[in-house]
């Protein structure tokens, strides 16, 4: 992930991790709305769905239902939240994309010019 090896800032980190997230939406690998049902657990060694590395025993693996497949989704906590954040941006930007109306046949000029 670092140059050299090196271990990656947390913001290179943060934004790595969110770029997958959006790819794995957009791609359809994650939905985009996360599940109301979380299970916390120990690590198994199961890989997350985001970053594909296992959680390993000495974390704390987060379990989530895909609504779509009903196929269990693991995550780290760092990446689960980043998940449910993008989720939540993206509604939030379809919410502004439907509330901005763009004048139709018929509708009221948005301005009027004066002593024309």
């Not at 271990?7 to 994650?30: A, K």
């Not at 930007?93 to 004066?114: E, N, S």
């Amino acid at each position: 992930m670092g140059i050299g090896g090196d271990m990656p800032t947390p913001i290179l980190l943060h934004s790595e991790l969110r770029y997958c997230v959006q790819r794995r939406i957009d791609d359809g690998r994650l939905p985009a709305e996360p599940d109301s049902q979380i299970d916390a657990f120990y690590g198994d060694g199961e890989v997350c769905c985001v970053c594909d590395q296992p959680v390993n025993s000495y974390q704390v693996k987060y379990n989530s239902v895909d609504p779509r497949t009903t196929h269990c989704l693991c995550f780290h906590l760092s990446c689960h939240a980043i998940w449910q954040r993008e989720c939540k941006r993206r509604v939030v930007d379809a919410k502004r994309r439907d509330d901005v109306k763009l004048p139709g046949p018929g509708d009221a000029p948005f301005c009027t010019i004066w002593g024309a």
